[in-house]
Nanobody, 122 residues
């Protein structure tokens, strides 16, 4: 199973980016997916998650109302739309796949992609 995250880059505060996570070797549509991030010098933290069919989503409080997780199971891809970006959103963003249909606890994801760097300048 390989998860490929893309879409990171440098953006000014207040700007937007859309991250994508594409999979090979696994049909993502059967599993809940998550996005995590690791700010410089800090531990990795949960950002957002979506159930297998998109019916349920969860967000960390700091991104509610600004970020939207979505999925296109036909394309085997999960997205993270990030709006109103802030400097504190600067981090390496990772996507992860669980082994269940419903959203698991943050420490219960089985497969991880390589990260994509998001840098928000003030």
């Amino acid at each position: 199973v390989q998860l490929q995250a893309s879409g990171g880059g440098l953006v000014q505060a207040g700007g937007s980016l859309r991250l994508s996570c594409a999979a090979s070797g696994r049909t993502l549509g059967s599993y809940a997916m998550g996005w995590f991030r690791q700010p410089p010098g800090k531990e990795r933290e949960f950002v957002a998650a979506i159930s297998w069919n998109g019916g349920t989503t969860n967000y960390v409080d700091s991104v509610k109302g600004r970020f939207t997780i979505s999925r296109d199971n036909a394309k085997n891809t999960v997205y993270l739309q990030m709006n109103s970006l802030k400097p504190e959103d600067t981090a390496v963003y990772y996507c992860a796949s669980s082994d269940r249909t419903g959203i698991p606890a943050p420490n219960r994801y089985s497969y991880w992609g390589q990260g994509t760097l998001v840098t928000v300048s003030s």
